[in-house]
């Protein structure tokens, strides 16, 4: 029914919950930036609704292409 | 002598029928007690023989659950007097009561072929009715009772003023005492009084059918009782899961079909083609953002077509005994030799309310029409239920992989044509024509074709938001925007949510009511000072303490708090569903409304308004929100 749905946003959030923390420990400059990339996972997850989703960590390296593809625009 | 079959009563082997003409008429007739027993051994038929209270006993063959792919004898009785001998059968192993759902009164009427919510004639309780979803119903007088507190509020238990006594939708009266009903009721001539649950336990019936106050209306409840075969009262107590369930056990009757709750059980999988399979519909995560020109398309009926086209049934999937299947991408097996229950029933509601939408602006049909759609709404949900008596989970997620399969194609073809799809959210999709190859209704017309369900063009936005939520991102269910025809539509905000104080809507609503001057893209902009000014005078208001104290009520349902043992307790005392109303005093503690002396907590309204102002649009374009 539908069960396992909300379980698998609940854990990309852990996943990037987990990263966002790591990054407040960061000693670096630029790590609101680092915590806006790792955000960006939270508007891919859409994405995997057609798809499927295996293994929370994929929206996060997703996220990771979409950035680096965007600055090489 | 016509009259409209609404209500019955069964007592010591005396049918009581309630019609309505010019008034109610009670009409008596004899009548057994009946039951049916699924034999689990021989020895039953001995038994039931040496009963002397039993008049009649029956053997009928009938399909047997899960599949309703093998007949059996089942005993059908006619009897007199208690029914405790059938518990002592089934304690005994020899036999199961079965098409004991919804209740007994209805098989007995069923017995008597009385259908509820149809005419009847009274001298010779023949049927003169047809089931044409346009019937004529003779006219109907009837009152609507509310309790209100002294913020006109629906009242609590405890803080109920007075009462609003609405006569036919048009005339109200507003009453201190519920004494003064009677008098009304007498002078109105009124036939059917709806209560809610505070007042109904002070009404007494006296020549009139008393009913707890539907969902639907009263023509809506005669459409329920029609469509379930429950009498006016049992549809009005009962969940519309309850109603749908009911549909489904008629249409089981007459297929021969047993009633029994039986366990379907889903077939074993793999953990990796469970995490396929076990889905939701398909939801986006909107950007939170301002979009202009903005189209909704939905589906219509869009769960139970997909049942319907493709017979999702619990009898029809995963079935061993099938010749002609298909399986599905998720590996359930659908079986089409026969039509399945659930889509047979559902089909029957979509062809019915369609029949009926070009009527809907008409108070009779808009009624009979949301009835349905309340029905059609909890089908899907119902499939699902394991408990259900005609649920299974297998056909629950063919279902919503169907309805995913849909909105992707829905998506692509969008894409493909130019439309860029913001949002869509099970059976709804918002795009947004960047270079469109063709126009809205041709794009619509081309995904009917392709899904074979109809999509229409719902709505037409000028302007639409996506509001951040608490965790600043979007939702697919919360929007609002302009409509082209200068209408707001608002959906998911605190603006329009049950449990958020007034306030909070009264500061929203006044921002939204200042932008809904604006058609285009500079004029949105051009007001947002406009609406975030409107929107922070609330907030000096609030400072000043020039609220009103209406304004900062809280109502919460008591079944929501929470399910403690001392809620549990209130709830037996005071009644299920009760709600309560408290104001946030100035030391920070809710303080029921009956006990408020007048100093609210500034700086908890003051925080809600300011948590709530993320909602707002001057927010997102200043993209300040932060969760971290």
């Known amino acids: 029914m539908g069960r396992t749905t909300p379980s698998t946003r609940m854990a990309v959030e852990e996943e990037i919950n987990k990263l966002l923390k790591i990054a407040n420990y960061m000693d670096y400059e630029d790590k609101d930036k680092v915590k806006e990339i790792i955000k960006e996972a939270y508007s891919l997850i859409s994405y995997y609704q057609f798809e499927g989703l295996y293994d929370p960590l994929e929206p996060i390296i997703l996220g990771l292409i979409v950035y680096l593809a965007k600055r090489c625009k | 002598m016509e009259g409209l079959f609404l209500d019955a009563r069964y007592d010591k082997g005396v049918l009581t029928l309630y019609f309505l003409s010019n008034k109610i008429e009670e009409i008596n007739v004899k009548a057994h007690r009946i039951a049916y027993i699924e034999p689990t051994s021989i020895e039953l038929y001995n038994v039931l023989n040496k009963l002397s209270f039993i008049y009649e006993i029956m053997e009928e063959e009938w399909f047997l659950p899960p599949y309703y792919d093998f007949k059996r004898p089942i005993i059908k009785i006619k009897y007199l007097g208690s029914s405790k001998f059938i518990k002592k059968i089934e304690e005994n192993g020899l036999g199961v009561h079965v098409n004991n759902f919804p209740d007994e009164i209805n098989l007995i009427l069923r017995e008597k072929s009385l259908h509820p919510g149809y005419l009847y004639d009274m001298n010779t309780l023949e049927m003169r009715d047809s089931d044409d979803p346009l019937y004529k119903l003779p006219e109907i007088r009837y009152a609507y009772v509310t309790s209100l507190n002294k913020y ?145 398309l939905d589906f219509s009926s869009l769960y139970p077509n997909i049942i319907v086209l493709n017979n999702l049934s619990a009898e029809t999937v995963n079935k061993n005994n099938c010749i002609k299947y298909e399986t599905n991408a998720i590996g359930h097996k659908v079986c089409f030799d026969k039509e399945g229950l659930v889509p047979s029933v559902l089909k029957r509601l979509i062809d019915r309310r369609e029949k009926i939408r070009p009527y809907k602006k008409d108070l009779i049909f808009k009624e009979r029409f949301d009835a349905i759609k309340w029905i059609l709404v909890t089908g899907f949900g119902y499939l699902g239920y394991r408990n259900s008596l005609f649920g299974s989970v297998s056909a629950y997620e063919s279902v919503t992989y169907i309805a995913r399969e849909i909105m992707k194609k829905s998506y692509e073809i969008s894409n493909k044509n130019g439309y860029k799809v913001i949002n869509y959210i099970i059976d709804s999709l918002f795009l947004i024509p960047e270079n469109p190859k063709i126009d809205i209704e041709e794009l619509s017309e081309t995904i009917s074709k392709e899904v074979n369900i109809k999509l229409r063009v719902e709505d037409k936005f000028l302007w639409l938001v996506f509001p951040y939520t608490e965790r600043c991102l979007g939702s697919a269910g919360r929007y609002y925007g302009l409509r082209d025809d200068g209408t707001l539509k608002i959906k998911g905000i605190n603006a329009v949510r049950k449990n958020v104080p007034d306030i909070i809507k009264y500061a929203e609503t006044n921002a939204l009511n200042v932008l809904k001057k604006a058609s285009n893209k500079e004029e949105f902009y051009n007001l947002l000072i406009k609406a975030k000014e409107s929107y922070d005078n609330v907030k000096k208001e609030l400072i000043n303490g020039d609220v009103k104290e209406d304004l900062l009520v809280i109502s919460k349902s008591i079944n929501k708090i929470g399910n403690t043992q001392q809620v549990r307790a209130s709830r037996i005392l005071y009644g299920l569903g009760d709600s309560i109303s408290y104001i946030i005093n100035s030391d920070g503690n809710p303080i029921p409304v009956e006990f408020y002396e007048g100093n609210y907590s500034k700086e908890y309204y003051l925080k809600y308004l300011e948590r709530s102002e993320i909602e707002m649009p001057w927010y997102i374009i200043n993209k300040n929100c932060n969760t971290s």
Request: no cysteine; glycine share 6%; net charge positive.
């Open chain 2, 152 to 296: 006109g509020k629906e009242a609590s238990w405890y803080d109920i003023k007075y009462y609003k006594v609405s006569i036919n939708n048009k005339d109200d009266f507003v009453i201190k005492n519920i004494e003064e009903l009677y008098d009304i009721i007498k002078e109105n001539e009124i036939s059917i009084v709806m209560a809610d649950v505070n007042s109904l336990n002070e009404i007494k019936s006296q020549g009139f059918i008393l009913i707890q106050k539907p969902l639907v209306g009263i023509y809506g409840l005669i459409e329920w009782s029609r469509i379930s075969g429950l009498t006016l009262r049992q549809a009005s107590n009962s969940s519309i899961g309850k109603i749908l369930t009911s549909a489904e056990a008629l249409e089981a009757i007459k297929r021969h079909y047993e009633i029994k709750k039986v366990k379907r059980v889903e077939p074993w999988r793999k953990l990796g083609d469970m995490k396929d399979a076990d889905r939701a519909g398909a939801t986006f995560i909107p950007k939170p953002g301002v979009y202009f020109n903005v189209y909704q």
